[in-house]
């Protein structure tokens, strides 16, 4: 009887109240350091978004500078639903070769041009098949049109690029690209590059101002040229093992944060360009702007052999060329 009691009692005290579903717990894994406009994207827009929208129920934590790894690392922490979000650049193409599309040489001409694509049925039909590598797209961050660095000489012209061994991404159509320009191109992950450059292990890379200079990569390196060759993006992911697991208005918040973020990614991105390269320049680095006309002819057999081998998705390509 005193057990029932007991039992009863206890009944009583939590009758009428409803437990708190357990808190989602957002790990968004990043490779930048926290001055680049990607984290300061997540910790100024997503994560307080987010947090705000779903009421608490969702935790972001951010680890950004590649705390969880690289970016291959990463894309198969996501696959295995281990790491929640991450944006990761065309390195997903060896997963995914569709989001090659985005790395062509010299496709964009402009901002206008690049938002006009992402933010439309291009841009979405650019992402479309990617849950079904176990990555569900959720927008582009932007890693801006890439200009050249180099510690052993200027580049004033493409015949300074015979020979100069220049890390790339891991990524095949950015190896092709310096092939086709005659320089040396090594891949690399972006976490071993500062050393790499530090320690003569490569020339030069290319990347934004923005993702160099939040690197200080001004440190190690003597000369940048704006070739603007290639735009880069970032795309924001979700695993796809998680997100299957998550009730519909988590899912909505997710979304509408992520495009969002994307929007003021980008803003803080392009406000940031001017202030980098002056900072590139005031830590001694001498810029020059060469004339693109036979870098241009140089990279006409990327598109010859990437058509080759992708027949599919020649005519998206073009689309994308014809919106300028």
């Given at each position: 009887m005193k057990v029932f009691c007991f039992t009863l009692l206890c009944l009583l005290c939590f009758a009428g109240q409803s437990f708190a579903a357990p808190k989602v717990i957002l790990k968004f894994a990043g490779a930048n350091?926290?001055?680049?406009?990607?984290?300061?994207?997540?910790?100024?827009k997503f994560k307080p978004m987010l947090e705000?929208?779903?009421?608490?129920?969702v935790e972001v934590q951010i680890f950004d500078n590649a705390q969880l790894g690289g970016e291959r690392d990463v894309m198969?922490?996501?696959?295995?639903?281990?790491?929640?979000?991450?944006?990761?650049?065309?390195?997903?193409?060896?997963?995914?070769?569709?989001?090659?599309?985005?790395?062509?040489?010299?496709?964009f001409v402009n901002d206008d041009h690049v938002d006009k694509v992402l933010d439309g049925p291009l841009g979405e039909e650019i992402l479309k098949d990617l849950p079904a590598v176990g990555?569900?797209?959720?927008?582009?961050?932007?890693?801006?049109?890439?200009?050249?660095?180099?510690?052993?000489?200027?580049?004033?012209?493409?015949?300074e690029m015979k020979g100069l061994k220049i890390r790339t991404p891991e990524a095949p159509l950015s190896v092709a690209i310096f092939n086709a320009l005659g320089a040396n191109p090594t891949p690399?992950?972006?976490?071993?590059?500062?050393?790499?450059?530090?320690?003569?292990?490569?020339?030069?890379?290319?990347?934004?101002?923005?993702?160099?200079v939040s690197s200080r990569f001004f440190e190690v390196?003597?000369?940048?040229?704006?070739?603007?060759?290639?735009?880069?993006?970032?795309?924001?992911?979700?695993?796809?093992?998680?997100?299957?697991?998550?009730d519909q208005d988590i899912?909505?918040?997710?979304?509408?944060?992520?495009?969002?973020?994307?929007?003021y990614q980008r803003e803080v991105f392009r406000s940031q360009t001017a202030d980098s390269k002056k900072k590139?320049?005031?830590?001694?680095?001498?810029?020059?702007?060469?004339?693109?006309?036979?870098?241009?002819?140089?990279?006409?057999?990327?598109?010859?052999?990437?058509?080759?081998?992708?027949?599919q998705f020649k005519d998206l390509v073009e689309q994308i060329r014809a919106m300028q």
């Amino acid at each position: 009887m005193k057990v029932f009691c007991f039992t009863l009692l206890c009944l009583l005290c939590f009758a009428g109240q409803s437990f708190a579903a357990p808190k989602v717990i957002l790990k968004f894994a990043g490779a930048n350091p926290k001055a680049s406009p990607a984290v300061i994207s997540l910790y100024e827009k997503f994560k307080p978004m987010l947090e705000e929208m779903t009421n608490g129920k969702v935790e972001v934590q951010i680890f950004d500078n590649a705390q969880l790894g690289g970016e291959r690392d990463v894309m198969e922490q996501l696959q295995s639903g281990v790491v929640q979000m991450s944006y990761l650049s065309p390195v997903i193409a060896s997963l995914y070769p569709k989001i090659n599309i985005l790395d062509m040489p010299f496709l964009f001409v402009n901002d206008d041009h690049v938002d006009k694509v992402l933010d439309g049925p291009l841009g979405e039909e650019i992402l479309k098949d990617l849950p079904a590598v176990g990555l569900i797209p959720l927008g582009y961050m932007e890693n801006g049109f890439r200009v050249m660095t180099t510690s052993t000489r200027a580049i004033e012209s493409i015949n300074e690029m015979k020979g100069l061994k220049i890390r790339t991404p891991e990524a095949p159509l950015s190896v092709a690209i310096f092939n086709a320009l005659g320089a040396n191109p090594t891949p690399m992950s972006f976490t071993e590059l500062y050393s790499a450059l530090q320690q003569g292990v490569v020339d030069g890379q290319e990347n934004s101002y923005n993702t160099w200079v939040s690197s200080r990569f001004f440190e190690v390196q003597k000369f940048a040229a704006e070739t603007n060759h290639m735009w880069g993006c970032y795309v924001i992911l979700a695993s796809g093992v998680w997100w299957n697991r998550l009730d519909q208005d988590i899912k909505d918040a997710i979304i509408a944060t992520s495009k969002e973020t994307s929007k003021y990614q980008r803003e803080v991105f392009r406000s940031q360009t001017a202030d980098s390269k002056k900072k590139a320049m005031d830590g001694g680095m001498k810029v020059t702007t060469p004339d693109l006309a036979d870098f241009r002819k140089a990279l006409q057999p990327v598109y010859d052999n990437f058509y080759k081998q992708h027949p599919q998705f020649k005519d998206l390509v073009e689309q994308i060329r014809a919106m300028q």
